[in-house]
């Protein structure tokens, strides 16, 4: 009886393992692992080598790029569903020449994103109390290139290539870490950080190019680019992932925005810390959306890779913000080098739960564009403007701050789950008929 239920253990841990799910958020996870643990380095030395004032300039245009970087998950929620498309149905001239137009068009778009930060580095600069304009501009050319180097990822991750993804990530983290010591010792504070970022992208642009001149540009034959099938699943999904990001980035710009710069740059290192969450739970919804677009053109079952994704992300996210609450002080020492930033130890905890609900949405999220269930977007667009109003009416704390976007993330919970719910419930109805 031992022997037996052993052996049925063993296959179905091997069932698991073997999981297209399971494998490629193994492969995804080691190599975004791997460079948000080079990131974390990053950040520490920043966090120790820069003033506290320095520190917060750094963390409100790291959550600037952020924000203004969210378009590029919309350019990869469309790229990643109409490529993932075109090669499961064999059609591999289609996919070649969506790539290739979609590479214009965003390059177009990355052009004219960095004169707007051009043009409006003063505006910017004054709302978030920084002197140097430079600042901003290389802001504004950080995005430019983000804008441009996530055409190639989102290929490659439709083509399910996460060993490769995973090295390219490594790669241009190990440049991101270096080039910013380097540059942050030879004295150039902020400056360094940003160049860092920017190298990132870089390196990641140009990696992309290599494997997809073999696999792609070979197919050259022109067909029409479906503008408006793009277009009305782009602006709702654009809304969406605009929406979510704001969710996490909106809190620690209006932290700078209301609170002391010493107070902003503590809530910074606390942001940091408490994203390690995301770091670990986000490559679960990147592998699983593009397995379920594949069965979902097929008209194929899809709910068990859905459900095996939500255990994991629960499971992880639970997993760290439980350590959140047990050893606040210790977590931030090894991260933040503790100095004042264990002023900010109890918050740690709460900020776990935050993340951990937004990494829960973020897979719902994930879920329902697979499906193209595209109408869940203006929810959130709600639910994103709710917390910016929620916050700028009641910041009088630190603890408040992080209530109100635990609020407007388990609200957006509830009512994606009880959509769900309803979207089960006529599809069984309709299987009956």
């Given at each position: ?127 978030l109390k920084i002197s140097d304009t430079r600042l901003i501009i290389l ?295």
């Amino acid at each position: 009886m031992f022997l037996s239920k052993l052996k049925q253990s063993l296959t179905l841990i091997k069932r698991i393992i073997s999981h297209d799910l399971v494998g490629g958020a193994f492969f995804i996870f080691l190599g975004t692992s791997a460079s948000s643990f080079l990131a974390f380095i990053l950040n520490l030395f920043l966090a120790r080598s820069l003033t506290y004032s320095d520190y917060g300039i750094f963390t409100s245009l790291l959550s600037l790029i952020t924000l203004f970087t969210i378009p590029t998950l919309s350019f990869n929620t469309v790229i990643l569903r109409f490529i993932s498309k075109y090669f499961a149905l064999n059609e591999s001239e289609h996919a070649s020449y969506f790539y290739k137009r979609i590479l214009f068009y965003i390059g177009i778009l990355s052009i004219s994103v960095f004169i707007l930060f051009f043009f409006l580095s003063r505006f910017i600069s004054d709302f978030l109390k920084i002197s140097d304009t430079r600042l901003i501009i290389l802001t504004g050319l950080i995005v430019a290139v983000s804008y441009i180097s996530v055409v190639n990822t989102s290929v490659l991750q439709s083509l399910l290539r996460f060993k490769l993804m995973s090295f390219i990530s490594v790669t241009s983290g190990v440049i991101k870490l270096f080039g910013g010591i380097g540059l942050v010792y030879l004295g150039y504070k902020v400056f360094g950080g940003l160049w860092a970022i920017f190298f990132m992208y870089f390196i990641t642009l140009i990696l992309g190019f290599f494997p997809l001149k073999r696999i792609i540009v070979k197919h050259s034959e022109k067909v029409k680019f479906p503008h408006k099938e793009v277009f009305v699943y782009a602006l709702p999904t654009s809304i969406a992932v605009i929406s979510i990001f704001s969710l996490i980035s909106s809190d620690v710009i209006l932290v700078k925005h209301f609170f002391p710069a010493d107070v902003a740059g503590l809530y910074g290192g606390l942001s940091v810390v408490g994203k390690v969450i995301f770091f670990f739970t986000a490559p679960i919804p990147s592998v699983m959306f593009p397995l379920l677009v594949k069965r979902h053109v097929k008209s194929e079952s899809f709910n068990n890779i859905f459900y095996l994704a939500l255990l994991g992300v629960l499971t992880l996210s639970l997993g760290i913000t439980l350590l959140y609450f047990l050893f606040p002080n210790f977590i931030i020492q090894f991260f933040l080098g503790g100095r004042e930033y264990l002023k900010v130890s109890g918050y740690l905890g709460l900020f776990g739960l935050y993340i951990s609900l937004f990494s829960v949405l973020n897979l719902l999220i994930s879920f329902f564009l697979s499906i193209k269930k595209t109408e869940i977007s203006y929810v959130l667009l709600v639910g994103a403007i709710s917390q910016i109003i929620l916050i700028y009416f009641f910041h009088s704390s630190l603890f408040q701050v992080i209530g109100m976007s635990m609020i407007v993330c388990g609200l957006l919970i509830i009512l994606l789950l009880l959509y769900y719910a309803k979207f089960i419930l006529q599809d069984k109805s309709q299987n009956n008929r």
